[in-house]
């Protein structure tokens, strides 16, 4: 039971591939659709950055969410207000309402049946000012049935990187649920699952694949993942996301730049020990020849 269980899941969560244009689901992107299968097609999708950080601040924020008819949205803030959001003219454009808080928000989406729950959670990080609450508080908080929960969220000017290992946790009632598989995926082709323990929490390390690596942060653009699981209860089939960016690991220049200064240092020394040492055999020579004068 438990293989046909896995196999089925990772079915289901494996069709539906992270390029939501081949696959109807609730997802939250920070672009339009046609510009993000564009950057998908070309290299790596260009998306917000650390929490929203890359958009311009002058402009207004704003969400797209894929499949989202007969959806509702919701944006929590940091004291966990609850903003019900509409989509622009109709379409899936949602803007994201200023609350002079700097801290996470919440980007919250459901879309409900009689045999089916969907959901999609992000969190977009806003400027203002102190909102004087913890990022725990909101992440903690109850939103969905299904939820995924990541462990500890990554606090300002951190981002997730590639190479560094993030725990999650899967509630669903708000109690952990275990022996559940989830899905991760990228924008850059890389898959991988794993199935929550006993107390719910799974961890994935997020997988090296960026192409063509420049030195800087600001060289490389972040690119996207998503993690996905499923659970039936009572009948009713419970599919989630939690989606974020994650950016190349700074290691790629850091290391880099250490080795150049190591050389760099460990040349300018060689320089200064052989000065030193000539100095040393001139002022020898100077007094071996004084000495023999003398005599």
């Given amino acids: 039971m438990r293989i046909k269980a896995k196999t089925a899941v990772l079915f289901f969560l494996g069709t539906f591939g992270i390029n939501h244009l081949t696959y109807a689901e609730l997802l939250w992107n920070p672009k339009p659709v046609k510009e993000a299968e564009s950057k998908i097609k070309s290299s790596n999708t260009g998306h917000e950055g650390h929490a929203g950080h890359q958009q311009n601040r002058s402009k207004e924020k704003a969400f797209y969410l894929e499949d989202n008819q007969n959806s509702t949205a919701r944006y929590i803030t940091p004291g966990l207000e609850v903003i019900p959001l509409t989509a622009e003219e109709k379409g899936n454009k949602y803007i994201l309402p200023k609350t002079g808080m700097d801290n996470y928000h919440a980007l919250v989406a459901e879309r409900k049946t009689e045999s089916t729950h969907e959901s999609a959670l992000r969190y977009p990080y806003m400027r203002g000012k102190p909102s004087g609450h913890s990022p725990d508080k909101l992440v903690s908080d109850s939103k969905l049935p299904l939820e995924i929960v990541p462990e500890p969220m990554i606090r300002e000017h951190w981002r997730f990187y590639s190479s560094n290992k993030h725990d999650y946790k899967v509630l669903f009632e708000e109690k952990p649920l275990k022996d559940t598989w989830v899905i991760l995926q990228t924008s850059n082709g890389s898959k991988m699952d794993a199935k929550t323990d ?24 972040p690119a996207e993942f998503i993690l996905r699981t499923v ?37 300018l020394s060689g320089i200064v020990i052989m000065r030193r040492h000539n100095n040393k055999m001139n002022e020898e020579k100077k007094n071996n020849k004084n000495s023999r004068r003398a005599s």
């Fill in 198 to 221: 006993g107390d719910g929490k799974v961890n994935f390390t997020l997988p090296e694949d960026f192409q063509d690596i420049k030195p800087g942060r600001r060289a490389n653009k």
């Fill in 231 to 267: 659970h039936i209860s009572d009948g009713i089939t419970y599919k989630t996301n939690f989606s974020a960016p994650y950016s190349v690991n700074p290691s790629h220049w850091n290391s880099n730049l250490g080795g150049i200064l190591s050389l760099s240092v460990g040349f």
